[in-house]
């Protein structure tokens, strides 16, 4: 890093060499900005292997754009008021293995403010809302880790509440120490560093002591415990480079030359070799700085292959320490509590520690040592004792061997048990759970088949601290008529439709064929769907706005744009996962539109309008626009389903953004949601926004169409249909509607999309081709495709994945697009063929395709 001059006398001839080592978690984060998930780019599969090989390899990893600037600030906020309204103490320096020794506090060795919280503590004048939000963030992260190969984290079982800190910025520090000297169940140290405005010269900077196995190529040897004698040198170097006070030469030090910038805001300050070098009782030291960064995530190795202390902090300095602690130790730690022995030793070392502040920095400020039976906070995990949680009502909880609490839950009267599932809300509890089917907070466990006719149970590894929710579900597992929920729950919950299956593709086609197990996308009722910021309403006489979407190559195109037509350009837009999972539908759709090939058939259609007066069925006179006597685009989801495009139309205002995207279609839009995978299906049309209306239909898309009038626009769109897929079964039950509709709407666009190109887009061109449909849009990767991917069964893990490896079966909602409008000259019925001998066409033309794409795969056929 290009940092200030210090004080120091120690040279760095090689200061520019940049190796390159420090790239590629950069290059990384850069290549998924530009893919519109900067937010999460640390959490793509090739980010989470990159970052672990740096943690085992190296013990220390540091994360940029961890948090997002407005998380950072707000959480820095929340914790200036935590400090300004008196919550947070004088840091404690503390002994003992379960925290429960002799504990002191001396500015000049720790001068940091400490306070532990969850984010649910109630204090006056804070409002936490970020916290709990970043430590949730830091749990995925350290359990997606924990999940790599070869990870040491794989044994994290629980962690600290987060410690709070801030330095005041009178040149507090916190002197070099180790975390976990002693086995106190430290396994991971997590800093968040929360100061976007640091400077050069600002101080605060984490330096990192490490010490080298061998003498000789630094880079060939590798890191390992440091001891006393080693950081001693160090410690040497450490007077003169922070206080300059010393000056004069450095030979006396012995400093090997390679101090270099590692990434911004990281520097390799210099290695120290060891003294008398071969044979030599001390080990070289790496010295590295680490500026405290707003959005940083510093990682490391809680034990002695990490020692750090904070520098002086010339400006006020915020972070955020966990802790994440090794099952095995922190309960042998809490089982063991000091003995008188090793007491008096703690007593003795923090003496020596004194002195040693005293004479090395000409420390002044007094030591406060006293005596703490426990260390409030800190120690979360109680090892010992296990507080059953408290679940509802009819439910039962008990533990088990192993850390294992079976949680019962008696089924809803006349439920029939391999109908259903049930649903664990774990975003309650503090600790780290693992449990079948967990995502996010959530655990959804498919009961199996023969299970108990009178109950289930579910079993969670880890202590629950608090109260856990738990909801039964039954999940539709085929075309069913509408399930009832059944729900379990206190306070009963709002009534919403089934447990979504684990896929995003409707259920007709995707349960069984399409691409596996896994699915696209998988929503809850806790599903965290971001609220996008109000578009102001249009002032009367102005031309309509809108995002012109036709050339966007990705997600960036239309969130920049969408937050600027809010006017809230100056904010930086947050959108969770999900949201883009949801957003990907509606926007797809507005790209649509905006499509010359769309939008000038459905000018075409809208010039064959007949005024109200002439029309004989007024029903779509009064949807989408809401001005009296305008007809819409009646646009038809065909295939919608009550897990996908109907959740979204029930749970989320994003439909809207059809609209806010493209300039509207004159007479507005009408949304009407139609297959068998609806629920609640009422038929009655609703307002969504001033220019659209939504509708839902349980029938097919023939007999819907069949009631549209031929003068009103029609567009049809097919979400992930998976026609293309299964070898030919889905694309015979689409068949009827699609020829159907293509013959008898030849003006209608019809838009589709497809979740992989290895089987479904494949197949599906291949089923358009043999019916001789007219391209109107050619085949393209969707710029607005949605975020997660999911890998296909038999293909390592099956489940959300962030992106799909070369020859894996991968499926992502909308990552294809395309439209066709009736059939090509010469094609389709005008070439003499029956609607049956087209259906029959389309079955084989797909059962080909999907042999075709396995065996480009190599996969067997299914
Ligand atoms: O805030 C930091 O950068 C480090 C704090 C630290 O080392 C500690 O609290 O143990
Ligand atoms: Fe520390």
Same mark, same amino acid.
């Given at each position: 890093?290009?940092?200030?001059?210090? +004080?120091?006398?120690?040279?760095?001839?090689?200061?520019?060499?940049?190796?390159?080592?420090?790239?590629?978690?950069?290059?990384?984060?850069?290549?998924?900005? %530009?893919?519109?998930?900067?937010?999460? *780019?640390?959490?793509?599969?090739?980010?989470?292997?990159?970052?672990?090989?740096?943690?085992?390899?190296?013990?220390?990893?540091?994360?940029?754009?961890?948090?997002?600037?407005?998380?950072?600030?707000?959480?820095?906020?929340?914790?200036?008021? +935590?400090?300004?309204?008196?919550?947070?103490?004088?840091?404690?320096?503390?002994?003992?293995?379960?925290?429960?020794?002799?504990?002191?506090?001396?500015?000049?060795?720790?001068?940091?403010?400490?306070?532990?919280?969850?984010?649910?503590?109630?204090?006056?004048?804070?409002?936490?809302?970020?916290?709990?939000?970043?430590?949730?963030?830091?749990?995925?992260?350290?359990?997606?880790?924990?999940?790599?190969?070869?990870?040491? %984290?794989?044994?994290?079982?629980?962690?600290?509440?987060?410690?709070?800190?801030?330095?005041?910025?009178?040149?507090?520090?916190?002197?070099?120490?180790?975390?976990?000297?002693?086995?106190?169940?430290?396994?991971?140290?997590?800093?968040?560093?929360?100061?976007?405005?640091?400077?050069? @010269?600002?101080?605060?900077?984490?330096?990192?002591?490490?010490?080298?196995?061998?003498?000789?190529?630094?880079?060939?040897?590798?890191?390992?415990?440091?001891?006393?004698?080693?950081?001693?040198?160090?410690?040497?170097?450490?007077?003169?480079?922070?206080?300059?006070?010393?000056?004069?030469?450095?030979?006396?030090?012995?400093?090997?030359?390679?101090?270099?910038?590692?990434?911004?805001?990281?520097?390799?300050?210099?290695?120290?070799?060891?003294?008398?070098?071969?044979?030599?009782?001390?080990?070289?030291?790496?010295?590295?700085?680490?500026?405290?960064?707003?959005?940083?995530?510093?990682?490391?190795?809680?034990?002695?292959?990490?020692?750090?202390?904070?520098?002086?902090?010339?400006?006020?300095?915020?972070?955020?320490?966990? *802790?994440?602690?090794?099952?095995?130790?922190?309960?042998?730690?809490? +089982?063991?509590?000091?003995?008188?022995?090793?007491?008096?030793?703690?007593?003795?070392?923090?003496?020596?520690?004194?002195?040693?502040? =005293?004479?090395?920095?000409?420390?002044?400020?007094?030591?406060?040592?006293?005596?703490?039976?426990?260390?409030?906070?800190?120690?979360?995990?109680?090892?010992?004792?296990?507080?059953?949680?408290?679940?509802?009502?009819?439910?039962?909880?008990?533990?088990?061997? @192993?850390?294992?609490?079976?949680?019962?839950?008696?089924?809803?009267?006349?439920?029939?048990?391999?109908?259903?599932?049930?649903?664990?809300?774990?975003?309650?509890?503090?600790?780290?759970?693992?449990?079948?089917?967990?995502?996010?907070?959530?655990?959804?466990?498919?009961?199996?088949?023969?299970?108990?006719?009178?109950?289930?149970?579910?079993?969670?590894?880890?202590?629950?601290?608090?109260?856990?929710?738990?909801?039964?579900?039954?999940?539709?597992?085929?075309?069913?008529?509408?399930?009832?929920?059944?729900?379990?729950?206190?306070?009963?919950?709002?009534?919403?439709?089934?447990?979504?299956?684990?896929?995003?593709?409707?259920?007709?086609?995707?349960?069984?064929?399409?691409?596996?197990?896994?699915?696209?996308?998988?929503?809850?009722?806790?599903?965290?769907?971001?609220?996008?910021?109000?578009?102001?309403?249009?002032?009367?006489?102005?031309?309509?706005?809108?995002?012109? %979407?036709?050339?966007?190559?990705?997600?960036?195109?239309?969130?920049?744009?969408? *937050?600027?037509?809010?006017?809230?350009?100056?904010?930086?837009?947050?959108?969770?996962?999900?949201?883009?999972?949801?957003?990907?539908?509606?926007?797809?759709?507005?790209?649509?539109?905006?499509?010359?090939?769309?939008?000038?058939?459905?000018?075409?259609?809208?010039?064959?309008?007949?005024?109200?007066?002439?029309?004989?069925?007024?029903?779509?006179?009064?949807?989408?626009?809401?001005?009296?006597?305008?007809?819409?685009? &009646?646009?038809?989801?065909?295939?919608?389903?009550?897990?996908?495009?109907?959740?979204?139309?029930?749970?989320?205002?994003?439909?809207?953004?059809?609209?806010?995207?493209?300039?509207?279609?004159?007479?507005?839009?009408?949304?009407?949601?139609?297959?068998?995978?609806?629920?609640?299906?009422?038929?009655?049309?609703?307002?969504?926004?001033?220019?659209?209306?939504?509708?839902?239909?349980?029938?097919?898309?023939?007999?819907?169409?069949?009631?549209?009038?031929?003068?009103?626009?029609?567009?049809?769109?097919?979400?992930?249909?998976?026609?293309?897929?299964?070898?030919?079964?889905?694309?015979?039950?689409?068949?009827?509607?699609?020829?159907?509709?293509?013959?008898?709407?030849?003006?209608?666009?019809? &838009?589709?999309?497809?979740?992989?190109?290895?089987?479904?887009?494949?197949?599906? %061109?291949?089923?358009?081709?043999?019916?001789?449909?007219?391209?109107?849009?050619?085949?393209?990767?969707?710029?607005?495709?949605?975020?997660?991917?999911?890998?296909?069964?038999?293909?390592?893990?099956?489940?959300?994945?962030?992106?799909? =490896?070369?020859?894996?079966?991968?499926?992502?909602?909308?990552?294809?697009?395309?439209?066709?409008?009736?059939?090509?000259?010469?094609?389709?019925?005008?070439?003499?063929?029956?609607?049956?001998?087209?259906?029959?066409?389309?079955?084989?033309?797909?059962?080909?395709?999907?042999?075709?794409?396995?065996?480009?795969?190599?996969?067997?056929?299914?």
């Amino acid at each position: 890093m290009a940092r200030k001059q210090k +004080a120091t006398e120690v040279r760095h001839p090689s200061s520019d060499v940049d190796d390159g080592v420090g790239d590629k978690l950069f290059f990384l984060r850069t290549k998924y900005s %530009l893919l519109g998930k900067a937010e999460w *780019w640390w959490l793509m599969d090739d980010s989470l292997a990159e970052i672990n090989a740096r943690l085992e390899s190296e013990h220390f990893v540091v994360i940029d754009g961890f948090l997002t600037g407005a998380h950072t600030r707000s959480l820095r906020d929340e914790i200036r008021d +935590a400090h300004e309204h008196g919550h947070l103490a004088p840091g404690v320096l503390a002994g003992g293995k379960a925290g429960d020794a002799t504990q002191y506090t001396m500015r000049d060795v720790r001068g940091d403010h400490v306070g532990w919280f969850d984010g649910t503590e109630r204090l006056e004048g804070v409002q936490w809302d970020t916290l709990p939000t970043a430590m949730k963030r830091a749990d995925t992260l350290v359990n997606q880790l924990g999940a790599q190969p070869r990870s040491e %984290l794989a044994t994290v079982s629980s962690r600290s509440k987060a410690m709070c800190t801030v330095y005041p910025g009178d040149d507090a520090r916190y002197v070099r120490h180790v975390d976990n000297p002693d086995g106190n169940g430290r396994l991971l140290t997590a800093l968040l560093y929360l100061n976007p405005e640091w400077e050069e @010269g600002d101080g605060g900077e984490l330096r990192v002591f490490r010490c080298l196995s061998g003498s000789g190529e630094a880079a060939a040897a590798g890191f390992v415990d440091c001891d006393g004698k080693s950081l001693e040198s160090a410690d040497s170097f450490d007077t003169r480079v922070k206080s300059g006070h010393l000056g004069g030469a450095t030979d006396e030090f012995n400093v090997a030359v390679d101090a270099r910038d590692v990434a911004e805001g990281v520097r390799d300050v210099a290695t120290l070799r060891g003294a008398g070098e071969n044979g030599s009782t001390t080990k070289p030291v790496r010295l590295t700085d680490v500026a405290p960064l707003g959005g940083r995530v510093v990682l490391f190795k809680s034990d002695a292959r990490v020692p750090h202390e904070v520098l002086a902090a010339h400006a006020p300095r915020y972070a955020v320490t966990l *802790w994440y602690f090794d099952k095995s130790e922190v309960t042998a730690a809490r +089982a063991a509590p000091l003995s008188e022995a090793e007491r008096k030793e703690q007593e003795e070392k923090i003496a020596r520690e004194i002195e040693f502040m =005293r004479l090395k920095h000409g420390a002044t400020s007094e030591p406060e040592v006293r005596i703490r039976d426990s260390q409030e906070g800190e120690w979360r995990d109680t090892g010992t004792t296990r507080p059953t949680p408290d679940v509802p009502g009819q439910c039962s909880a008990a533990w088990e061997d @192993g850390d294992v609490i079976a949680i019962t839950v008696p089924l809803p009267a006349g439920t029939c048990a391999a109908d259903c599932g049930v649903e664990v809300d774990t975003s309650s509890s503090t600790l780290i759970i693992e449990a079948p089917g967990l995502e996010g907070n959530v655990a959804r466990v498919k009961l199996p088949e023969g299970a108990d006719e009178d109950s289930i149970s579910v079993k969670l590894s880890k202590k629950p601290t608090r109260a856990l929710v738990v909801r039964v579900r039954c999940e539709p597992l085929a075309v069913l008529p509408t399930p009832t929920p059944h729900t379990v729950e206190s306070p009963p919950p709002e009534p919403e439709p089934d447990l979504p299956p684990r896929t995003g593709v409707p259920a007709t086609s995707a349960a069984k064929d399409c691409v596996g197990v896994g699915g696209t996308l998988s929503w809850s009722s806790s599903t965290d769907f971001s609220t996008l910021p109000s578009v102001p309403p249009r002032e009367p006489g102005t031309a309509p706005r809108g995002i012109d %979407l036709r050339d966007a190559s990705d997600w960036e195109d239309f969130i920049q744009t969408r *937050w600027a037509l809010a006017g809230k350009e100056d904010e930086q837009p947050v959108l969770t996962p999900h949201a883009l999972d949801g957003l990907s539908f509606p926007v797809t759709l507005a790209w649509s539109l905006q499509q010359p090939g769309v939008s000038e058939a459905l000018a075409a259609a809208r010039k064959k309008t007949r005024t109200d007066a002439t029309r004989t069925d007024a029903t779509f006179a009064n949807l989408g626009d809401e001005t009296a006597g305008t007809t819409p685009v &009646v646009v038809v989801i065909a295939g919608a389903s009550s897990f996908t495009e109907q959740y979204l139309l029930d749970r989320t205002r994003y439909w809207e953004e059809v609209t806010v995207a493209a300039p509207q279609p004159a007479g507005g839009i009408h949304l009407a949601f139609v297959g068998p995978d609806v629920v609640a299906a009422s038929g009655e049309a609703k307002r969504l926004s001033p220019t659209i209306t939504a509708s839902v239909h349980r029938e097919t898309v023939r007999d819907y169409t069949a009631r549209v009038p031929n003068d009103v626009p029609l567009m049809i769109v097919g979400f992930n249909t998976g026609m293309g897929g299964g070898g030919g079964a889905l694309a015979r039950g689409w068949a009827p509607d699609l020829v159907e509709t293509l013959s008898r709407r030849p003006d209608a666009p019809a &838009v589709f999309t497809a979740a992989n190109d290895y089987a479904d887009l494949r197949g599906e %061109l291949a089923v358009f081709k043999a019916l001789g449909a007219r391209f109107i849009v050619d085949p393209r990767a969707n710029p607005f495709r949605a975020f997660t991917h999911t890998i296909g069964e038999g293909e390592g893990e099956p489940g959300v994945r962030s992106a799909p =490896r070369q020859g894996e079966k991968w499926s992502c909602a909308n990552a294809f697009v395309y439209a066709v409008q009736g059939f090509a000259k010469g094609k389709g019925p005008s070439a003499g063929l029956t609607d049956e001998q087209l259906c029959t066409l389309a079955a084989k033309a797909a059962e080909r395709a999907a042999g075709a794409a396995w065996d480009a795969l190599g996969m067997r056929r299914s």
